[in-house]
């Protein structure tokens, strides 16, 4: 059935919430980076169905992990300090261990910007979904599972975790649905929308 527990949707919510749990503060200086991105690496070895795990704040740091070719996991990392703008890559290859980092100083994305960002801001400790619409890095279409991550000192949330979903992992899982033969799946939204 599509809310069955390996559906992409229950994977992303549960994904989330232990984010949400486990990640205590905005994973940007050192030590907490390093611990999101061991976490993230493990959502994604474990979890096929998410494309890119995402971590921002509100003043546009931003962490991202996404599968590489062969098993590997990359990290673009966007860190805004007092020294200016720096957008860079850790490039990793299948055991996890770094073999590049290379500076990115013409991308220009600003994740603040995006829906998913706001909508979790805006939408209390639960899921938000966004839209369909292109992911900046990848270039192809999916969706937005994100939720804001719980500030240490009871002050209104400023930071963000996100999983993306790509819809060729969506087509996948309705594919691999065993419908009888007048039967239909769909995706509907809160909102009812197909």
Do not use: C
Request: aromatic content about 8%; cysteine-free.
């Amino acid at each position: 059935e599509a809310g069955d527990e390996d559906a992409p949707d229950a994977e992303a919510v549960r994904v989330l919430k232990l984010m949400q749990h486990v990640i205590d503060r905005p994973p940007f200086d050192a030590p907490g980076r390093e611990r999101a991105e061991r976490l993230a690496m493990e959502v994604l070895r474990n979890v096929p169905q998410l494309a890119m795990v995402l971590f921002v704040d509100d003043h546009g740091n931003f962490l991202m992990l996404r599968r590489s070719k062969g098993g590997a996991i990359d990290s673009k990392v966007i860190e805004n300090g007092t020294s200016g703008r720096r957008v860079f890559w850790v490039r990793r290859d299948s055991a996890g261990a770094t073999t590049a980092i290379e500076d990115d100083p013409q991308d220009s994305y600003d994740p603040r910007t995006r829906p998913w960002f706001e909508g979790a801001l805006g939408h209390g400790p639960e899921a938000y979904w966004s839209g369909v619409y292109i992911f900046f890095t990848d270039q192809k279409p999916g969706i937005t599972a994100s939720a804001p991550l719980p500030p240490a000192d009871g002050a209104p949330p400023d930071s963000v975790v996100g999983v993306d979903i790509r819809l060729d992992a969506l087509s996948e899982f309705l594919a691999g649905l065993k419908i009888g033969r007048s039967g239909r799946a769909m995706i509907i939204d809160d909102q009812g929308r197909l």
